[in-house]
């Protein structure tokens, strides 16, 4: 009797431990993060372009963004730098359910631009193949991007000197089944319904007087003037040109006014609609975008 006794009071200290011993922790659920790299060039990268706002103001917290647009790149002379390189590690890096590469060229692959220039009609088409293609390969998906307007007007009209480049970029959308957001079509319809002194505050600073005054013709001039002869250039050139549409200094960190550029005000507007495109271009994002 004794002995049933001292065995059933060691079964009721040993019973806590037991079952704590056996118990099964809670399933651990695993993370569904997503990434987005952004490649272009000066209009999307950090000071000047709607890159900043994007990542900062349009992901959530599932979603790392990553900005690798450089400024003064074309479509060619960021892959001979090697930037794409650099994107094309980060496509590689491991524990992401998806990544989405955004692809912005055009403004430095126009005429004019030495050492960056790509031949509209054959080189810059192929060279967004190879990006869709080289992307595709790494496991990311890639989304082509048509080029941000440049907030140019004669009497009124917005002056589109990036719809051959947007076209391109389309076409080749259309060609190799990439997802599409049309940036050039929609900052060109926000930009012109503005005109042309409501869309100079999207600058990155103030226009000088003169501008100012022609903006309200509704006819923009260079807002410093014409760009000087290559023989002129010496080391004030880059304060020079750094307000001038049609030449653009190469990395060229830019403060001042100028009709392709933005500022914050600028990068918010475009970045909200570059995240409404990108809503519908690609639905599985959906979920990870903050409107």
């Known amino acids: 009797m004794i002995a049933s006794i001292a065995a059933a009071l060691m079964l009721q200290v040993a019973s806590p431990a037991a079952a704590q011993a056996t118990e099964v922790p809670p399933p651990v659920r695993p993370i569904s993060a997503s990434k987005i790299i952004l490649v272009g060039d000066s209009t999307t990268a950090v000071i000047g372009g709607w890159g900043p706002s994007f990542c900062a103001d349009h ?3 599932f979603v790392a963004c990553v900005n690798l647009a450089r400024g003064g790149r074309s479509s060619g002379s960021y892959f001979a730098e090697g930037s794409w390189d650099l994107a094309l590690a980060e496509m590689s890096t491991p524990g992401f359910a998806a990544t989405y590469v955004l692809i912005q060229f055009g403004h430095n692959d126009q005429p004019g631009k030495p050492g960056r220039s790509t031949d509209l009609a054959t080189e810059f088409p192929q060279n967004l193949r190879r990006y869709v293609a080289e992307t595709r390969a790494r ?5 082509l991007v048509t080029p941000l307007v440049r907030r140019q007007f004669v009497d009124g009209r917005l002056q589109n000197d990036l719809e051959p480049w947007a ?3 389309r076409a080749v959308a259309t060609e190799t089944g ?3 957001v049309d940036l050039n079509a929609a900052s060109a319809s926000a930009v012109q319904a503005l005109g042309p002194t409501m869309a100079a505050r999207f600058a990155q600073s103030a226009p000088p007087a003169e501008v100012s005054a022609a ?3 509704g006819t923009t001039i260079p807002a410093n003037g014409p760009a000087p002869a290559p023989a002129a250039m010496s080391a004030a050139a880059p304060a020079q040109l750094q307000n001038n549409a049609a030449v ?3 990395g060229q960190a830019r403060t001042t006014f100028d009709y392709t550029h933005l500022g914050r005000a600028g990068a918010d507007f475009f970045a909200a609609l570059v995240t409404r495109d990108l809503m519908i271009a690609v639905p599985a994002l959906r979920r990870s ?3």
Do not use: I, N
């Not at 496991?139 to 989304?143: D, I, K």
């Open 178 to 180: 990439a997802a599409l």
């Open 215 to 217: 903006l309200l013709t």
């Open 139 to 143: 496991g990311a998906v890639p989304v």
């Open 289 to 291: 975008l903050v409107p």
């Open 59 to 61: 992901v959530t917290s």
């Open 167 to 169: 076209d391109a970029v």
């Open 248 to 250: 653009e200094p190469v």
